[in-house]
Nanobody
Framework: EVQLVESGGGSVETGGSLTLSCVASGLTHSYYCMGWFRQAAGKEREAVASFYTGGGSAYYADSVQGRFTISQDKNTVYLQMNNLKPEDTALYYC?????????????????WGQGIQVTVSS
């Protein structure tokens, strides 16, 4: 059974850093689109960063470009977050999909983690 488990969230002050981890298990396809999404209170879920495990350039939302980095080591996907801002406060989700045409569309992903909270204080 497919399972995505996030870890590494927490509370930091403005300008601080956090690294989120997503451990994937049960993924049987050769390649997947892996992505990080976030949802702030009262707002809709938005794409943060994503990549295709078969190769290619990673996608970053304009709001995080230059500050966040997505990477992978075996079955774990990371999201390194630097120079955090209060606007980054949200519940962060790891996602995986097999037939994703647009990495920014959440409904195209097949599997989701439970979500992990990131809070940035001012």
């Amino acid at each position: 059974e497919v399972q995505l488990v996030e870890s590494g969230g927490g509370s930091v002050e403005t300008g601080g850093s956090l690294t989120l981890s997503c451990v994937a298990s049960g993924l049987t396809h050769s390649y997947y689109c892996m992505g990080w999404f976030r949802q702030a209170a009262g707002k809709e879920r938005e794409a943060v960063a994503s990549f295709y495990t078969g190769g290619g350039s990673a996608y970053y939302a304009d709001s995080v470009q230059g500050r966040f980095t997505i990477s992978q080591d075996k079955n774990t996907v990371y999201l390194q977050m630097n120079n955090l801002k209060p606007e980054d406060t949200a519940l962060y989700y790891c996602a995986a999909g097999t037939m994703v045409a647009d990495h920014t569309r959440d409904f195209e992903y097949d599997y989701w983690g439970q979500g992990i909270q990131v809070t940035v204080s001012s």
